[in-house]
Structures are given as C-alpha cells and as structure tokens.
C-alpha cells in the first residue's frame, strides 16, 4: 500500500466516525441501520490498512 | 433454503472450502439453493466448481474508489457499500455461512442476517459486539493460526463450522478443464514422451512461505539428473524471474517453463497429468488435494502444515523452521523416494488418507499443546503438567481464578462494587500475563477469554451468574491439578470427573 493510499483511507475513516455521529441524530431504525453500512465499510477500509491482512483465513478478529 | 456462503479469503482458502461446498450441496434438498461470496479478484477459484448456483463477488477497489481520489466522497463509498449490502439482502437467504473469520465478515453476515436466519459463524451482537455463535468458530477464534498448536485442518473446520460431514468424493476435480492449446502444445513438444510430469510450482502467497532462489536451483538441477520425467515449472506472473534463474539445464535437458502463463484451469489440467507435485504453502497444493495428485509440501515456520498442508493421499510434507534450514539434497530424495513409491526420509510427514490425521514422527506427532487442546475440546484427558513452570503457572492461574470468585460473589451481593470491578479487571493482565510466560496455559487461557466473549451482552444479572458458571468451570480444570496432580508428583494424565 501507497502512502498516499493509507493517508486516503485514514482521512475517509475519521469522516467515517462523523457519520455515526449524523446517523445517531436520525430515527432509531434509519439510525441502526446507517451504522451498520458505516461499519461495514470501515472495516473495508482497516483491512487495506498496513499489518491487516485481508486474505488469510487464519487472521486474528477483533 | 437458500444458502449463502461467506468464503473472503483467498484462493488456496476457496479451494479448501469446495470439499465443504460440495457437502453441503449433498444434503440440501431439490430446490434449494447455494450460493457463495468471494473477493472478485479470487473470484476465478470458484470457477470449475459445479456444487453452487451462483457466485456473487465483493469488490473491494470499487467500492473505495471514491475514497481515493483529491476529492474523497465518503457518502458515495458508504452508497456503494450499501447497494451491495441490499443486493444481497433481496435474496432473502434463510441461512448464512461465514467460513471467512474476519472482522468485514461478521459485520457483513450481521448486516444480511435478517431475524429468523440461520447463522453459522462470526456474526454481531446488537451493539457491535463479535458473536461467535458455534463452537468451530469459538474454537478458531482461540486456536487456529501458525503461532497456535492446532491440528485440525481447516477443510475440516470449515466443515464443522458449516455442520458437515465430509467424505473423501468431496474433493473431486472439475470434470471438463482441458489446457489451453498453446500449452498443450509447447508442452508436448518439450516432453516428447507420454510420462507423466512432475510440477514444481517455486513461489507462494508471501516470501516467507518461499524456498530460496539458489536452493530452488539446486532443486531443478538434481530432479533434472535424476528424474526421467519432464519437469514442469508453474506459478504466476510475478515469478517469471525466479523461474527464469532456477530453469537452468543439466545433463543437457531443462525445465519446462510455464510460470505466467497458466490460468487456473491450466493448472488443473496440468496436476491431473502430474505424477508428483512439488511447492509450498499456496493455490496448487490445493488444487493437488482436489486433483488427487500426491504433493511434496515443503513447509516453514509461519505455516501451520496441520491446518492447510496437503491432503491428497501420499503426499508428504518437510517441514522446517526456515528455508534455509531444509537442504535441497533432502527434497531431491524425497521426491525421487516419492516416485518411486519407497519410504523417505525419517523426518517426512505422510498424507494417507484425506480424512485421516497426518502420520508424523514421534518427535512432530508428541505434543502437549495439542494434548491440552484435545482435552478442553474433545474430551480426552487432561495431560500432566510439562514443566515446573507450568506448574508454578496452573498454581497462579487457580488463585487468580479463586480471587475472581471472591469478586464475582461480592457484585452478587453489592451490585456496582467498585474494589471488585477493579480487581476484576486485573484478572485479564494476570491470566494474559501466565499465558505469556507457560504458552501451553495460554491454550487454557484464549478458550476461557473466547468463551467469556461468546457470553455477549445479556442483563447484568445473568452475565453475572454466567461469568460465575464458566470461572468454575475453569476452576475444575486447574484443581484436577492443584488438587491432585501437584500433591502426587503425579505427571499421568488427568480427567474431570
């Protein structure tokens, strides 16, 4: 991975928890669900990250 | 019912889930239906694979796209991860697999999973919490991974995971991959002969999983003075380089070079002709399993072979804490021993059978870690302490356990105990602390943490009575010792009674 590449998602990431934040001021349903999607994606972004192998069936969860 | 199942890891990982889909195929009813999700660019691994109605890939670049760019928009990212997230969701599926183990994963199943589906593996709790719902997960989470001492295999796990029963038809080749013309063709023309070709693939998923450069040399060389059949070099673009350097002629022939050039149906086609397959830890000793060819898996210290090694019957694996430490002398015999079907070397490892464990020398197959492992999970008997140490650690581990008793009692009765909680959270240093001192207890301690995380949120009151439930469990374990054992001098094994 680029540094430019990590600098990206890092950014997209601290946006990310801004969404939450927006999320949480809706409807309790709308909420829960936009929180999901945000997650999701998150965690899309972490294993591009360095040291977070995407592939390995054998990777530690969180 | 309509079956998803969450496969996000890569090639090799695929090829070991089709035994698995192909069982579960086997036990569906007609009409039902099984579906499967990769990572679109491991998507051509599914290829071939006739157990499932439909791949659906998870394209990852794309949906970050926006996110790389001078004007990142994390709106239009979270959009496209949404629209994938309902395109799934409208198939209504009534069970979900995850045989993937990742954090993406289990969001992605919790996001799926619809009240009333059947879940099977990581998943979410309501509050974001991983929900680890079936024991073959549990036992993943705590257990399974290079640094650990499992020894099941992870077909067999996924298996398990999935609520399966694997039979040896399970792994089966595709019936209808030919090799490309091109292929076929240069192939012939450099063999020249009907024998069979022994396949040497030199490169792997990471360096650390790869056998050196001049060693690979070495290798080519002497299989090339002594093999009588062609020697055909596969593997990816990226090691056309490598290939280049250990092709080297001797006793005027060469290795067929083919590395780059195979797509994955050519090299099915190409380890259904092979007599002998020869590599590391990676796709084609995989492929070999479902092919049927028998693999020499020369394997390092950041694989665990017990978990992906080969599974083709009379394959054999050397395995050896580095690359460097594996003689290529050693190789060249074992796989001459391998073609002319005689016993090898003393420290090889054999693949009889797929559905039977490996038959390891002594010094490999002894191992107290998988003894305690085998005690926890299976119900066999618990091993003698190894060491003083461990001794000194399962001491320390039954009064850490006795005061967080002590604690859990007092919140019983004062609800919010501030000294307790505090103690309480100590518990965790102490207990990482042991584990990292003895690692055999650290198996003890990972299946305590894990089956403290599988309790996930619940009221207070019943978390307190199941936090209480599972510390005794752990205290019967340690007093088979301190109880016991330590005042015999006694290192049998021991049982819960």
Known sequence: ?62 | MKTLVLQLARLGDIYQTWPVLRAIRRGQAAGDELHVLVRSRFRDATEGLDAIDRVWTLDTKEILAPLVSDHPDAGDALDKIKAFVEQLSAQGFERIINLSFSPFSSRLVYALAEAGVEVRGYTRHEDGFLQIPDDASAYFFAQVGPDRVNRVHVTELFAQVAGVELVDEDWTRPAHFELQPVLETDLFTALNSARRPVLVHLGASQSDKVYGTHKWLQVISGFLERIDAPVVLIGSADERELAKAVRASASGREAIDLVGRTRLRDVFALMSRAQLAIGGDSAPVHIAALTGTPFLNLSFRTVSFWETGPKSPGSRILAFETADDLPSDLVIQEAVAMLNGVGGDARAIHVTSRLEPLSAPREIATSVGWEWLQAIYMGQPFPGPDSELCVQGLFRLSEANALALEQLAILERRSGDRVALSILDRFDEIIEAIARMVPTLGILVRWFQTERVRLGPMADQELLTRTIALHRRLGEILALYTAHAFQEKSHDDVRLG
Do not use: F, H, W
């Open chain 1, 1 to 62: 991975m680029t540094a430019t590449l990590e600098v990206y998602l890092r950014q997209a990431l601290t946006r990310l928890t801004r969404l939450v934040g927006t999320a949480k001021a809706g409807g309790a349903r709308e909420c829960d669900r936009e929180i999901k999607n945000v997650r999701l994606l998150e965690e899309l972004i972490k294993e591009q990250m360095p040291y977070e192998d995407a592939g390995s069936s054998t990777r530690a969860p969180r």
